[in-house]
């Protein structure tokens, strides 16, 4: 009987060590903590990686500028600098979901939302630009998938309308501020150094395309935005694709397209306007994100690509347009 009791004993004692072992394991995950790193950016600078954190003038930098990460209702769970390098990071981040800001005199940022899943993650870029005036209008395409070349484009009016680089008029200026190409390949004989810089590129438009409040004024007065795929080049098995998807395709072909992971903002003055995450799976190359439109030569108001369709991306193919449901537009 008393070796029974002992061994009764023993066996709660073994179940107590267990059970508090297993307490501080499930303690662990629920509340497990990562480091993130990611590097800031001026959406408005050339490509050359020297020059990703400043303005024209290098005196005008990022560099120690605070960083932070919000929760949607705007309490900061996280805060950092960026360094002199150009990088930012957090330690002891909880998994979760978040918007990744900053904040220093003279510059103005965009709010990028955050997926925190695990340790070493490389966040998104910090963006940012100069100070504007609170009428200029600027439109960022950022990508994930760094083997593919997108394209940020913008069509103006009269008829036919034209796809532009940089054009100005009487009224406007619309201007390709930052331009990125692919990866450097047999087929696309690019800077290779663009492998390591951040994928984004940037349009700014300042004014109306046309005299909206004169009396010979054209009634086209929208800017409309694409992002197109100029091509993807697969660094794994050396093969250049020219017509690959932006949102990518997985339905049992012999060759699978990932998605670019591409998000669209829009930023009014200092002001964030909206955030589209583009869709995925969806195998779309050519895609109308949102329309500017002008009701004086200086007001306007922004709509996704079908005023008509709530939330709605549009799919320019050759089925023609095809409306695709966007489930978050901010």
Known sequence: MKNFK???????????????????????????????????????AARDADALTKTGDS?????????????????????GSV????????????????????????WVFVPVYVDISGDNQEMPPLM??????????????????ISYDLDLKATVPPAPRTTVDYVTTAYS??????DITAPASEDYPLDVTDAGIPRVETITVTGAPTDVDG??????????????????YDTTTGTSYA?????????????????????????KGNEHYGTWELP??????????????????????????????QSSIRSIGSDGVIGIGVDEIR
């Open 6 to 44: 002992k061994l009764a004993l023993l066996v709660i004692m073994v179940s107590v060590i267990f059970a508090m072992v297993g307490c501080d394991f499930l303690l662990e995950e629920v509340f497990r903590t990562y480091s993130v790193s990611g590097e800031a950016l001026n959406v408005k």
């Open 59 to 79: 005196s005008v930098s990022l560099v120690g500028a605070s960083v932070m990460l919000k929760t949607e209702s705007g309490t900061t769970i996280a805060s």
């Open 83 to 106: 360094g002199s390098t150009g990088l930012y990071g957090f330690d002891e981040v909880e998994a979760g979901k978040y918007i990744l800001t900053g904040q220093k005199t003279g």
């Open 128 to 145: 940012a630009y100069p100070n504007v005036d609170p009428n200029v209008f600027t439109v960022i395409l950022a990508w994930e998938d």
């Open 173 to 178: 200026t619309v201007s390709l501020d930052r």
């Open 215 to 232: 009396t010979g004024g054209s009634d086209d007065t929208d800017i409309r935005f694409f992002v197109e795929n100029y091509g993807r």
């Open 243 to 267: 017509n690959s998807s932006i949102t990518g395709l997985n339905a049992g072909l012999e060759i699978d397209h990932p998605s670019a992971w591409a998000t669209v903002y829009a930023m």
């Open 280 to 309: 995925y799976n969806t195998y779309e190359n050519l895609l109308q994100v949102l329309t500017m439109r002008f009701t004086s030569d200086t007001n306007f108001t922004v709509h996704t690509a079908d005023p008509d369709i």
